[in-house]
C-alpha cells in the first residue's frame, strides 16, 4: 500500500482554454499561472483546446508562457484538441512540448477570411447620401456604400494570404 501513496500527491494542472484566442485570454492565462502560490506541486500541465481561432500572436504568447510555467515547476505541457480547432488553436496546441488530438476532433481551416456587405442600393434606394471627409488616398478603403474596388480587393487579398502564410508557417516550426 505504501508503494501507491505518492502517486496520490502527484498533481496535475488542467487548464481549459475554449473560444477565441485573445488577448484577454492571454492576460488571464498569465495572471493565472503567476499566482504560483497555489501550484507548488505540479507534475503535468495539461491544456485541453477548443477554439475557432483568434490572434496568432496571442496564440504564441500562450503557449510561451505555459512553456515557461512548465520549465518553472519543471513539469512538461501537454495539449489535447478537443472538439474544434482551427487557425490560431492549432498554432497553440502545436506550440506546447506535446500535442494529441483524437480522429473526432475538427482540425484544419488554416485560411482566412473577410466579409463585408456593401448598402449602396439600401442607401439610394431611400434617399440617403453618404459624406466622407478625409485626408490621404487610402482612408475610404472598403467603403460599404461604395462598389468594392480592385485594388481593395487585391490588398485584402494580400493580407489574408500573409495570415494564412503565417499560421501554416507557425505550425510547421513548432512541430520541428
Not at 475554449?18 to 499561472?33: A, C, D, F, H, R
Not at 505541457?77 to 487557425?87: I, N, T
Not at 459624406?131 to 481593395?152: A, C, I, Q, V, W
Request: hydrophobic residues 35%; contains cysteine; aromatic residues 8%.
Amino acid at each position: 500500500m505504501s508503494n501507491y501513496v505518492p502517486k496520490l500527491f502527484n498533481r496535475v494542472l488542467h487548464v481549459q482554454l475554449y473560444g477565441g484566442i485573445t488577448n484577454k485570454m492571454s492576460q488571464k492565462l498569465e495572471k493565472v499561472v503567476s499566482s504560483n502560490y497555489y501550484f507548488t506541486n505540479v507534475h503535468l500541465i495539461a491544456v485541453s483546446i477548443m477554439s475557432g481561432g483568434g490572434s496568432v500572436y496571442e496564440a504564441k504568447h500562450c503557449a510561451s508562457v505555459l512553456k515557461d510555467f512548465g520549465r518553472r515547476t519543471s513539469a512538461p505541457v501537454y495539449g489535447f484538441g478537443e472538439d474544434a480547432l482551427m487557425g490560431a488553436g492549432l498554432v497553440l496546441l502545436t506550440g506546447l512540448n506535446k500535442c494529441y488530438l483524437n480522429k473526432h476532433t475538427l482540425t484544419g481551416e488554416l485560411g482566412q477570411a473577410f466579409s463585408t456587405f456593401g448598402y449602396k442600393k439600401v442607401l439610394k434606394k431611400n434617399g440617403i447620401e453618404r459624406t466622407t471627409l478625409s485626408e490621404g488616398n487610402l482612408k475610404n478603403r472598403l467603403d460599404p456604400s461604395e462598389d468594392l474596388k480592385l485594388e481593395d480587393d487585391e490588398w485584402v487579398q494580400g493580407i489574408l494570404s500573409q495570415r494564412a502564410e503565417e499560421i501554416t508557417d507557425s505550425i510547421l516550426a513548432n512541430r520541428r
